[in-house]
């Protein structure tokens, strides 16, 4: 089973930034494309952002110019830095490790942007 542990979800006011954290074991993070999605209450799970195990990025229309995705192969460890946040950007965030055509999920990280 993989193992995603997220961390940095919180409340933040619009224009502010925050910082979401997913780490995996050596293995999957070496073979694996890591992702973050997000779902906010009545809405379908939507890819915010994606990165290859060689550094190839893509990013929802939404986000684009404002968050970044990356990641430390040596910490095994991938980041998704999110600024100018706007109260559109509040989700469940949930990190991913697709290998193949199958997704692995974490459990989820909640962001809430609110004045």
């Known amino acids: 089973q993989v193992q995603l542990v997220e961390s940095g979800g919180g409340l933040v006011q619009p224009g502010g930034s925050l910082r979401l954290s997913c780490a995996a074991s050596r293995y999957i993070f070496s073979i694996a494309t890591m992702g973050w999605y997000r779902q906010a209450p009545g809405k379908q799970r939507e890819l915010v952002a994606s990165?290859?195990?060689?550094?190839?990025?893509n990013y929802a229309g939404s986000v684009k110019g404002r968050f970044t995705i990356s990641r430390d192969n040596a910490q095994n460890t991938m980041y998704l830095q999110m600024n100018s946040l706007k109260p559109e950007d509040t989700a469940v965030y949930y990190c991913?490790?697709?290998?193949?055509?199958?997704?692995?999920w974490g459990q989820g990280t909640q962001v809430t942007v609110s004045s």
């Open positions: 990165i290859t195990t060689s550094g190839s990025t």
């Open positions: 991913t490790a697709t290998i193949g055509s199958f997704n692995n």
